[in-house]
T-cell receptor, first 109, second 112 residues
Framework: QKEVEQDPGPLSVPEGAIVSLNCTYS??????FMWYRQYSRKGPELLMY????GNKEDGRFTAQVDKSSKYISLFIRDSQPSDSATYLC?????????FGTGTSLTVIP | NAGVTQTPKFQVLKTGQSMTLQCAQD?????MYWYRQDPGMGLRLIYY???????DKGEVPNGYNVSRLNKREFSLRLESAAPSQTSVYFC???????????FGPGTRLTVL
């Protein structure tokens, strides 16, 4: 079983839609949870970072962590064509980082 | 600040050749990491350096060696390249293990 599971998609939505991206994990030792965005042929860039259960909001993005269910989500409100990218969830404890395989998102104008 | 830089951007090798991928960061981070990214496999950690002078194996270290040259630089060496090492390689850095990582632009390596 992989440490982190993420639905690869692809996911295609119309502009303005609310997007929900999800990951599950198996290791209860994970303490830090991150979401990265990766445009084609570029390196991942950090979007959100949290270490506690609950919600964290940053503009149109909301990260949600449920440690009891070992489940994290990223919500994108009012999605834009510029949000079209691959979204990677990541989790860590100490220097051990584990990434999901990424969900490919396309926002159609 | 340039952030995390990697050289080269692209490289084609023949089986058995060697090469070194270079990485540097200007954010005064303590920890540095090397990942490979393959379709359907996501990012997998090859080696990391928690601090200057230390290195540790990650999930897929076979066929690779690393050197933490100083606080800024962390290189990845392929001694005898194999087609299975065809991948995109990313370097990342962070203040420490409990902090988010920042990634470089990647090196696309093809081994024929």
């Amino acid at each position: 079983q992989k440490e982190v599971e993420q639905d690869p998609g692809p996911l295609s939505v119309p502009e303005g839609a609310i997007v929900s991206l999800n990951c599950t994990y198996s290791n209860s030792a994970f303490q830090y949870f991150m979401w990265y965005r990766q445009y084609s042929r570029k390196g991942p860039e950090l979007l959100m970072y949290t270490y506690s259960s609950g919600n964290k909001e940053d503009g149109r993005f909301t990260a949600q962590v449920d440690k009891s269910s070992k489940y994290i989500s990223l919500f994108i409100r009012d999605s834009q064509p510029s949000d079209s990218a691959t979204y990677l969830c990541a989790m860590s404890y100490g220097n051990q980082f584990y990434f999901g395989t990424g969900t490919s998102l396309t926002v159609i104008p | 600040n340039a952030g995390v830089t990697q050289t080269p951007k692209f490289q084609v090798l023949k089986t058995g050749q060697s090469m070194t991928l270079q990485c540097a960061q200007d954010m005064n981070h303590n920890s540095m990491y090397w990942y490979r990214q393959d379709p359907g496999m996501g990012l997998r950690l090859i080696y990391y350096s928690a601090s200057e002078g230390t290195t540790d194996k990650g999930e897929v270290p076979n066929g690779y060696n690393v050197s933490r040259l100083n606080k800024r630089e962390f290189s990845l060496r392929l001694e005898s390249a194999a087609p299975s090492q065809t991948s995109v390689y990313f370097c990342a850095s962070s203040y420490g293990g409990y902090n988010e990582q920042f990634f470089g632009p990647g090196t696309r390596l093809t081994v024929l």
